[in-house]
């Protein structure tokens, strides 16, 4: 009874309501939840809506309360000791943070990503100016960050974190580029040489690490969150000996705006082990001698819609989805992109792209905005 209570009163600091009447207040089907909550936080919340002990009607509003409130700040950190733990344990290798994101989550069936996300299964934040489908918001987010890097024909880019490919062929097939996509991700890359092969594309299993060549042009979309915080200098100094003096960097990531250099035990535990979202004044700090910043934008609101379109996909094949793979999948997901979108409205977190360069282009860059 007394879990009950001091998770009503909790919850009532974000103006959210237990079993209440407004669409983002929990309606609770089980009565551990509270003490579950309680004792575990962030990751006794997930868990408890997966095995739905409580949901709600508008779960992007609810997490748009709470997280905006700052409540996540006062709960039990036990899940975030842990994974400070586990990462002094490994030294932050960042090669064993690569592998853990590819084991846990970008290796499992890709028919179950293909269910929610568009036609070119770009799985990063798309671009939403004056477009409303997700197949045109992916078309539009590869071609700004094609023109970001100012690509010609001829030129030979590389995509670190390529993902499925799409970027890759969207990049060879628009602008006549040569390309090499490295990843870790067996399944992934499984899917790109057989879908681009007729491309004049490579798709290699290989960690940034190991790159030996060199190219005209580097993007790195949604992969910076993997590196680790300790491995941003020689992630841009790997990235930098791979460039032409005159080369281009386009890099995407998450941004955390909080300030509190961790992530949520929940999503590590269950979603991207050992992901991690950008502390920017670091990566600024350590670009510093090795890379020259040409161009930063910010454009949170657009993962806010990204994820939402994404559950609204999600949604329209729930029941193929729960046939397939079962309900506590589905219901994971749907909590995962809920979630974020809340975090994204409430501005605990950001998503960017930055343009690097080795030479002071400053001068002579032009940055490129929507729309194009």
């Known amino acids: 009874m007394m879990a009950k ?26 009565e551990r939840f509270y003490l579950r909550f309680m004792l575990k936080g962030s990751i006794g919340l997930g868990e408890s809506y997966v095995e739905r002990w409580w949901g709600c009607e508008r779960l992007d509003m609810f997490f748009c309360k709470f997280l905006g409130s700052g409540l996540t700040d006062l709960m039990p950190r036990a ?18 943070y690569s592998r853990r994101g590819a084991e846990s989550h970008y290796d499992l069936d890709r028919n179950f990503f293909f269910t929610f ?20 918001a ?21 995509d670190i974190g390529c993902g499925w490919g799409g970027t890759l062929a969207y990049a060879a097939e628009n602008f006549g580029v040569r390309g090499v996509g490295i990843n870790v991700a067996e399944e992934q890359l499984a899917h790109a040489r057989k879908t681009y092969g007729y ?33 941003y200098r020689e992630y841009l100094e790997k990235v930098r000996d791979v460039l032409p003096p005159d080369g281009l960097f386009v890099l995407q990531g998450i941004v955390d705006l ?17 992901g991690m979202f950008v502390e920017l004044g670091r990566l600024r700090r350590d670009a510093e001698g090795v890379l020259y910043i040409l161009d930063e934008e910010y454009f949170g609101e657009d993962y806010d819609k990204t994820l ?22 589905y219901r994971k997901y749907e909590y995962l992109f809920n979630a974020c979108a809340g975090g994204f409205r409430s501005k605990r977190m950001t998503v960017g792209q930055i343009v690097f360069s080795p030479s002071d282009l400053r001068s002579t860059y032009k940055a490129v905005r929507l729309p194009l």
Request: proline letters at 3%; one cysteine or more; aromatic letters at 8%.
């Open 5 to 30: 209570h001091v998770v009503q009163h909790f919850l009532r600091g974000a103006g959210i309501e237990c079993n209440g009447p407004n669409p983002w207040d929990p309606q609770i089907h089980d």
């Open 308 to 329: 939402m379109a994404w559950y609204e996909n999600l949604r329209k094949n729930r029941a193929a989805i729960i046939a397939k793979y079962g309900l506590e999948e």
């Open 258 to 274: 909080t300030r509190r250099a961790t992530r949520d035990p929940w999503t590590d535990k269950y979603i991207w082990s050992g």
């Open 138 to 158: 992916e078309v539009q987010k590869m071609h700004l960050v094609c023109r970001k890097a100012q690509l010609q024909q001829g030129q030979r880019l590389l």
């Open 117 to 136: 996300l568009g036609k070119h299964n770009n799985y990063t934040c798309l671009r939403w100016d004056g477009v409303s489908t997700v197949d045109d």
């Open 79 to 96: 899940g975030v000791w842990r994974i400070k733990l586990r990462e002094a344990l490994m030294g932050l290798r960042s090669k064993i």
């Open 199 to 231: 491309l004049p594309v490579e798709f290699r299993r290989q960690d940034y690490h190991d790159l030996d060549e060199k190219f005209d042009r580097v993007i790195s979309i949604g992969m910076i969150e993997h590196v680790g915080r300790r491995h």
